[in-house]
């Protein structure tokens, strides 16, 4: 039996996968680990053997993930879902449809995932560009599929979670403000400490200690991927609640730190309640 949590521990950005991972097993690794919320993000389309040719055809990508964290929940965790559309389709759709097509097949997507934040299924949306070389006619198509998500996230008045190439991303603060969005709800995904969005760290990042002592606001994530061809990968469903833990038990971090970190900086940004049972 789980003793009860004496701190709120939140993973920001985890996938949880009952057909090519360990699913719900994960969840339970991470609450024994210390644990406590747990925000379940949608994973590719093709990771559910899906290509879609419309927007609603992400509808069962959506559905997974919704269904997830409601089986999170059954656990006695926190588990919020994020829906979108991930970057990386671009150059996957734009194989089998004109570039234009591909982008207004994952705008369709957004706007869909978007119907589920609406009806509270969801608290999030997720887009972003490509984190990898790409020409300039898919650089712009992906920016205007990222600048559709955050139309998205003001119009629903919940935050945006991107995925995108590594460093600061300035560029969103003002593609954000142009779309009536807070680019202080705009959370950049496996983050650098430079971003002006709220970045969300990978648990082991080596400049937690120093961005607590600045009082920065961020989250802590694992980006864990649940297949069982990449275990582990990007890091374990414990890594959150361990490393917290661990820099806490040795003083790098405080507890007024831990609880900025995994219960007000989320709650703040996704607009949801993070609190102990």
């Not at 964290?69 to 194989?95: C, K, M, N, Q, Y």
Request: with cysteine; charged share 25%; net charge negative.
């Amino acid at each position: 039996m789980n003793r009860a949590p004496r701190y709120p521990i939140t993973d920001d950005h985890i996938h949880l996968d009952p057909v090519n991972g360990i699913g719900i097993e994960a969840a339970k690794e991470f609450q024994r680990a210390g644990g406590t919320h747990l925000f379940v993000v949608t994973k590719p389309s093709w990771s559910h053997g899906i290509v879609p040719s419309r927007g609603g055809d992400y509808r069962p990508v959506f559905e997974a993930t919704i269904s997830m964290a409601r089986e999170v929940t059954g656990l006695g965790l926190g588990a919020f879902a994020v829906l979108g559309v991930h970057p990386a389709e671009i150059s996957r759709l734009a194989d089998q449809m004109p570039l234009s097509r591909a982008a207004e097949v994952m705008r369709e997507g957004l706007s869909l995932a978007a119907e589920y934040v609406r009806r509270g299924e969801a608290v999030a949306l997720k887009s972003g560009r490509p984190h990898y070389p790409v020409e300039p006619p898919v650089w712009e198509a992906s920016r205007s599929v990222l600048r559709h998500a955050l139309a998205l996230g003001a119009e629903c008045g919940c935050a945006v979670q991107i995925h995108a190439e590594s460093g600061p991303c300035t560029d969103v603060v003002e593609m954000a403000r142009e779309e009536g969005m807070p680019p202080d709800r705009v959370v950049k995904h496996f983050a650098t400490p430079d971003t002006p969005l709220v970045p969300s760290l990978i648990a082991r990042h080596e400049a937690i200690p120093a961005l607590c002592r600045e009082g920065r606001a961020f989250t802590m994530e694992s980006d864990y991927m649940d297949e069982r061809s990449r275990p582990g990968a990007v890091i374990g469903p414990k890594s959150v609640p361990r490393f917290t833990l661990r820099l806490v038990g040795a003083g790098a971090i405080t507890e007024e730190d831990l609880w900025r970190i995994h219960a007000e900086t989320p709650s703040r940004v996704y607009g949801v309640e993070i609190r102990l049972p």
